[in-house]
């Protein structure tokens, strides 16, 4: 029987989801914490660098000519003001 492209892609996230959870399960019996882990690798958490990431587009958004798409796109507000 073969399976469709959704229930591959489902049952690899199912399984990849069990694994990383069973390995961070096994760290935690260990006495290894997520973040002290994070910060003995020297590595950043993904929100915070998404987060930047964003932050500096915006600025970069804003610098930009008030004729430009991206600009107007940014300032724009809906008629009922709401967005």
């Known amino acids: 029987m073969l399976l469709n492209t959704d229930d ?3 049952a690899r996230c199912i399984s990849s989801t069990k ?3 069973d390995h961070w399960s096994h760290m ?3 006495g290894i ?3 002290s882990t994070i910060a003995r690798t020297g590595q950043r958490r993904l929100q915070d660098i998404v987060g930047e990431r964003r932050f500096r587009f ?3 958004v804003m610098r930009m000519a008030p004729e430009r798409q991206a600009r107007r796109e940014i300032e724009w507000t809906p ?3 709401r967005r």
């Open 58 to 60: 915006a600025g970069h």
């Open 79 to 81: 008629a009922d003001g």
């Open 19 to 21: 694994l990383e959870k």
């Open 28 to 30: 935690e019996r260990q």
């Open 33 to 35: 914490k997520r973040r």
């Open 8 to 10: 591959t892609e489902q």
